[in-house]
């Protein structure tokens, strides 16, 4: 369980985070109320413990504000103002309990445990149980057939994560964000540990079933339960779970005698005789008929409901058009009395296999319990002609197939599946074996004899790329929408937000900055298609993934939806897996691009630093050298400041080569440019290299005797490097130094400049080398 902690006393804040830790709870602690709102709206907390007295942003405004923003997080105020108005002041802004500041310790966890247990359901045990493993969060406590279970910290908490969301599919980040504290950084190396850590103490145990479940390319969930426990769980799942597909459907079920009611009202009087705000309410219960309607495949029921609303937007209303509503209705009502179309929440993911009948059957056997479903493909032919769903992965046997068949059957594999992972099991343990499929893309090679198990543990090793943990945001008038699509989603361990009111929608937009967006076509105040266009209109957001879900696939309304910039749609009835698939589909894609335009992005900025630096030695080169020179006298001309320069040179640098060769010579030249570099100020002065192992330094804003300053340093430097030279006088490599400078004139160019500086190199050098000369512009 995490929790944010707002408290702007150290002191007091480290007190109560050590109290929560040794509790097993992950805090994060924020010092003002400006952070705090922040990390509430984007992080993922089960409690907020929130201060009144805040720097930047007092805690009364950070709950009106989070409670404005749809943040259904209980909220515990903590605070020392015991006055009564204060305590109305802070349930009124939105807080779920008020604790006055001292209290204890005890006192203090029972009401975070109490808020805890309201944010799900009363009646529910506090004792988390699966099969005979309890994991009781008063006691802090895991126990297997009532013998105690000693486990870390982490791993106690990742065991009360997968508990608490029996149905929810975590990744690795997803649990990182869980059980980690935003000041931690694990890697996905430490979550693959931690799982492997608790499953070895729970089977240490005793445990003989897999209590963690790895799902493919997601992450992993709480398996089913042992049998005699199975009916608890998921009636106890159900409970928990209002936004279950069998409460939805309960919700729409008992919502329509409601608005039929609304409907039939109307059509008992004269529609002369309504007044502003019935008329309203009925195209209002109509319009969202007609969603809701369509949402459980009563597609006629939906074209009914919005004809009748159609009918009240008409201005001109006579008798036809109340015989027209009275006809309707009745239609409507015959249509409703109809079973809704079950959705399916649950998508498994396709394995195509290739193997003899005996594994054949085993996998077949072990697939339902691993969350599979597998398709046979018994030889070539039924590959190549076959028609359906891309395979998450392929699976082959080698040696179920004819030797000079192999690597053909692969390649063609490879070429009708080209993203599609290939697992192969052979008894061929041999170099040229791997590296022939390994050329064909083959991902994994799997040596027999291997278990049933050792294959789905290898399957469920793969790269994770499904993009699990991604934002939702959804936008439909319908309630009855928004719950079924949330319903279906978030069992993917996908985050969704819901909106009912258009007219916030870009306030919600902004602050949850959502992966992708699901729009309804038809809404009061703002359709779909106005609020597709606006994201459009918007650059940051214009490249948001947007699906319209709309009941309407005509022609028309189709071209509609991408005119207005929309990616897809999704037609009404909604089925889970279609929903799923579309949705992680875009969120994938979107996310492949993204990272395409970062590749692109970062290979641009290569090229242009390549274009700028001279790669021996990382110094400038001759072209940017003249174009810094160049853009620093216009500006010191302008501001009449000093620029000063500085050339040099490794004295007797080609007798260096012939004596050492090139390969040395270049690390010299390496070596002597770093020294360099440490001499002057990197973010003001510029090193470049001009040709060969002539170099120049550009000094803005510095004197002559400043100038003067460097090149003793620089001299000083590479003496202490001792590298040998014995053609040189002193058997080391040294160097010799040109230094000018000037205040830039008008009247004058920064070509003077170099000449002078370079005439005061070769003076250096005819005095003998390794010294300077200084000649004024």
């Known amino acids: 369980m995490k929790i944010l902690l707002v408290e702007d006393d150290p002191s007091v804040s480290q007190a109560l985070a050590t109290t929560l830790t040794a509790h097993r709870y992950t805090v994060d602690t924020a010092l003002d109320g400006q952070i705090a709102l922040e990390l509430a709206i984007q992080g993922e907390y089960d409690i907020i413990l929130l201060d009144i007295m805040l720097p930047k942003l007092d805690g009364l405004s950070v709950c009106q504000q989070l409670r404005q923003q749809g943040c259904q997080t209980p909220i515990l105020i903590l605070t020392a103002k015991d006055a009564n108005e204060d305590i109305i002041a802070g349930l009124n802004a939105g807080a779920d309990d008020y604790l006055i500041k001292p209290c204890d310790s005890a006192h203090f966890l029972a009401r975070v445990r109490a808020l805890l247990r309201r944010q799900g359901n009363s009646k529910t045990s506090p004792v988390l149980t699966w099969g005979d493993v309890c994991l009781d969060p008063t006691l802090i406590q895991v126990t297997y057939l009532q013998r105690v279970i000693i486990l870390s910290p982490k791993e106690y908490s990742l065991l009360e994560l997968l508990l608490r969301h029996p149905q929810r599919i975590f990744s690795r980040s997803s649990i990182i964000n869980h059980l980690w504290s935003i000041d931690d950084s694990p890697t996905d190396a430490a979550v693959t540990n931690l799982i492997k850590d608790l499953r070895r103490k729970l089977k240490s145990a005793g445990i003989q079933e897999e209590l963690i479940e790895t799902v493919y390319r997601l992450g992993y969930r709480l398996k089913a339960a042992p049998k005699k426990e199975k009916e608890q769980l998921v009636e106890d799942c159900q409970k928990e779970n209002l936004a279950s597909i069998e409460q939805v459907m309960w919700d729409f079920r008992a919502s329509l005698e409601k608005r039929i009611d609304v409907l039939e009202a109307a059509a008992r009087s004269p529609i002369h005789n309504l007044s502003s705000v019935q008329h309203q309410q009925v195209k209002e219960e109509a319009h969202r008929l007609a969603g809701g309607l369509g949402t459980f495949g009563y597609a006629k029921g939906s074209d009914l409901a919005r004809a009748i609303e159609h009918l009240f937007i008409e201005c001109d209303w006579e008798e036809a058009q109340q015989q027209q509503f009275t006809q309707l209705l009745a239609e409507l009502k015959q249509e409703i009395a109809k079973p809704p179309i079950v959705l399916l929440p649950t998508l498994k993911p396709l394995m195509l296999a290739i193997a003899d009948d005996t594994l054949i059957a085993q996998l077949q056997q072990a697939a339902p319990h691993r969350g599979w479903q597998i398709e046979i493909v018994c030889d070539r032919s039924d590959v190549l002609h076959r028609v359906g769903d891309t395979p998450s992965v392929i699976f082959m046997s080698l040696n179920h197939v004819v030797p000079d068949r192999r690597l053909m059957l692969l390649q063609e594999l490879k070429i009708q599946f080209p993203n599609t992972p290939i697992l192969i099991l052979t008894t061929q343990d041999s170099l040229d ?296 006088t002193h058997q080391y490599i040294t160097v010799s130094l040109g230094i000018s400078g000037t205040i830039p004139q008008i009247n004058i160019s920064a070509q003077e400049l170099i000449a002078i500086a370079t005439q005061a190199l070769y003076a250096a050098k005819a005095r003998g080398r390794n010294t300077y000369c200084l000649y004024p512009l």
């Open 433 to 728: 074996s791997r590296v022939a499929v390994a050329r064909l893309g083959v991902s994994r090679y799997i040596l027999q004899p291997a278990t049933i198990d050792e294959i789905f543990d290898a399957i469920a090793q793969l790269p994770q790329t499904t993009p699990t943990d991604a934002k939702v945001m959804i936008v439909d008038d319908d309630p009855i929408a928004l719950q079924t699509l949330m319903a279906v989603l978030q069992p993917w361990g996908l985050q969704v937000t819901t909106l009912n009111q258009p007219k916030h929608f870009w306030q919600i937009l902004t602050s949850t900055v959502p992966d992708v967006l699901l729009l309804d076509l038809e809404m009061p105040t703002f359709s779909g298609l106005e609020l597709c266009r606006v994201v459009r209109q918007d650059a940051y957001y214009s490249d948001l993934p947007i699906l319209v879900v709309t009941a309407h696939t005509d022609s028309t309304s189709i071209q509609q939806v991408f005119a207005a910039g929309a990616d897809d749609f999704i037609a009404k009835p909604i089925t889970g897996p279609e929903l799923v698939t579309r949705t992680l589909a875009r969120i994938e894609r979107s996310r492949i691009q993204r990272q395409l335009l970062q590749y692109q992005k970062e290979h641009l900025q290569t090229r242009q630093m390549q274009a700028t630096i001279d790669l021996l030695t990382q110094a400038a080169n001759r072209h940017n050298f003249d174009e810094v020179l160049h853009r620093e006298w216009q500006r010191l001309t302008d501001a009449q400041a000093p620029l000063s320069l500085i050339s040099y040179d490794i004295d007797y640098f080609k007798s260096y080569n012939d004596i050492y060769g090139y390969p040395a010579g270049d690390k010299c030249l390496q070596r002597v440019t770093h020294v360099v570099w440490d001499c002057i100020k990197p973010g003001r002065d510029l090193v470049a290299r001009l040709g060969g192992d002539e170099f120049a330094i550009v000094l803005p804003e510095t004197s002559l005797e400043q100038a003067l300053q460097v090149a003793q340093r620089i001299q000083q430097a590479i003496a202490q490097l001792q590298i040998p030279h014995p053609s040189c």
